[in-house]
């Protein structure tokens, strides 16, 4: 039998910015909190090397130290946080019972999920090699630093044509890469795209090698009709194929959009009274860790009045 270690007031799952502000406004509330944050607490932010775009640092600023200072922050307060993750959970009954990787079972008068979307990567061997190095899955993170210089983007829907269309901003040119004939992104983006002079549109072409040295230079591209191999010379390589959201633990137990985000009010509340959802996990739109802090703590204090209420 698995064993019922603790009961808190509130509990977080995930460690991004959603999870540690929701940690820190819940135990500045009076809420006993716990965040399960994984082995590495700190989610995409730890792939990314610098961040300009997080307002109060005046220089940029590392992911993992602007995650660790979150999570040093959090502990100070007061909040529990647990180096495992939460593989099920049981909203049926009140409290919620939730159970770690460890077998261990904790129970919760609150909820906030804050386990984020990943963005989809291509699966490349040397994809990984170069990811926060040249590789990127979020053009408005990282396309400033790429000023000047070539740039390319891999996808072919609304997502990836509206990165480069952002890109345009700083990179001197941007290679649009996609695998068919054709764009399924909007008709109006696809006329934006074509209207400017900065994009060339490669059509029929899928990455085959990513290569560099200590950052990426570039990547060979193939035609998936001649087989034909293109270099290009882009030391800024831009995934933009979708994000999955993670959220296969709550299948079934939450309310869930068809890209399986999770379905939440305007005060983030999900389907089950006491559970609420905060970042990219139900965020589709904007995905920038500074509006997952501000769903965070908006999911907190949301948590903090059902908490009350309950109490009635």
């Not at 979307?117 to 926060?132: C, F, H, Q, T, V």
Request: hydrophobic share 45%; net charge neutral.
């Amino acid at each position: 039998m698995a064993e019922q270690t603790a009961h808190f007031d509130m509990i977080i799952i995930g460690s991004g910015p959603a999870g540690f502000a929701a940690a820190i406004y819940g135990v500045r509330g009076g809420a006993s909190t716990a965040l399960f944050g994984g082995v590495a607490p700190g989610g995409q932010l730890l792939l990314t090397t610098e961040i300009e775009n997080y307002p109060g640092f005046a220089d940029p600023v590392v992911g993992a130290d602007l995650m660790e200072g979150m999570l040093k922050q959090s502990v100070r307060l007061g909040a529990t946080v647990f180096n495992t993750e939460i593989v099920a959970v049981n909203f049926t009954e009140h409290p919620f019972s939730l159970t770690a990787g460890d077998g261990r079972v904790y129970t919760a008068g609150s909820v906030i999920i804050a386990t984020g979307a990943r963005a989809r990567w291509l699966g490349l061997p040397s994809e990984r090699k170069y990811i926060g190095k040249g590789v990127s899955g979020c053009a408005t993170c990282d396309g400033f630093f790429f000023r000047g210089r070539e740039v390319c983007v891999i996808g072919g829907g609304d997502s990836a044509a509206e990165d480069a269309l952002f890109l345009t901003k700083f990179a001197s040119k941007v290679y649009l890469v996609h695998r068919r004939d054709k764009l399924r992104a909007a008709f109006r983006l696809q006329e934006k795209l074509r209207a400017n002079t900065k994009i060339e549109i490669i059509y029929d072409h899928l990455p085959e090698e990513i290569t560099g040295g200590a950052r990426a230079a570039g990547l060979y591209i193939k035609n998936v009709r001649t087989g034909a191999v293109r270099r290009l010379e882009t030391p800024g390589i831009f995934i933009a194929i979708g994000h999955a959201p993670a959220t296969n633990i709550f299948a079934g137990k939450l309310d869930l959009d068809a890209s399986g985000y999770i379905v939440t009010d305007d005060r983030l509340a999900a389907s089950v009274p006491g559970v609420f959802a905060a970042g990219d996990v139900m965020d589709t739109r904007y995905k920038q860790a500074v509006v997952a802090a501000g769903a965070g703590c908006m999911a907190a204090m949301e948590a903090l009045l059902y908490l009350e209420e309950a109490k009635k």
